[in-house]
């Protein structure tokens, strides 16, 4: 059963920092892409941050590029996400995705989500 489990959501202060972190089971969890994702009040979910399985190079929406930091530890199947500078803009559920494209005409890519995390960011 695969699990993808995000924790380390709260209150912040803006200005503040925050680390998110989401543990993943039941996949090999290197061969996956990893992303996060947010859903601000009314709001569609969006893409923030994306770090691949083969280059581990990380991508970032513009809105928090230069502020977050996603990272990746495949040893112990967790991806992070750093949040520095923190706006109250970015008050969201935090959602932690991990991705793989299956090569193959009978098979469906997988693609799991996390429940999500709250963050709140007060001025």
């Known amino acids: 059963q695969v699990q993808v489990v995000e924790s380390g959501g709260g209150l912040v202060q803006s200005g503040g920092s925050m680390t998110l972190s989401c543990v993943t089971s039941?996949?090999?969890?290197?061969?996956?892409?990893l992303s996060w994702y947010r859903q601000g009040p009314g709001k569609e979910r969006g893409l923030i941050a994306r770090?691949?399985?083969?280059?581990?190079?990380?991508t970032y929406a513009d809105s928090v590029r230069g502020r977050f930091t996603i990272s990746r530890d495949n040893d112990k199947n967790t991806a992070y996400l750093q949040m520095n500078r923190l706006k109250t803009k970015d008050t969201a559920t935090y959602y932690c995705?991990?991705?793989?494209?299956?090569?193959?005409?009978?098979?469906?890519?997988?693609?799991?989500w996390g429940q999500g995390t709250q963050v709140n960011v007060s001025s």
């Open positions: 770090i691949t399985s083969a280059s581990g190079r990380p």
């Open positions: 995705n991990a991705f793989r494209r299956v090569p193959s005409d009978y098979e469906p890519d997988r693609n799991y």
């Open positions: 039941g996949i090999i969890f290197r061969n996956y892409d």
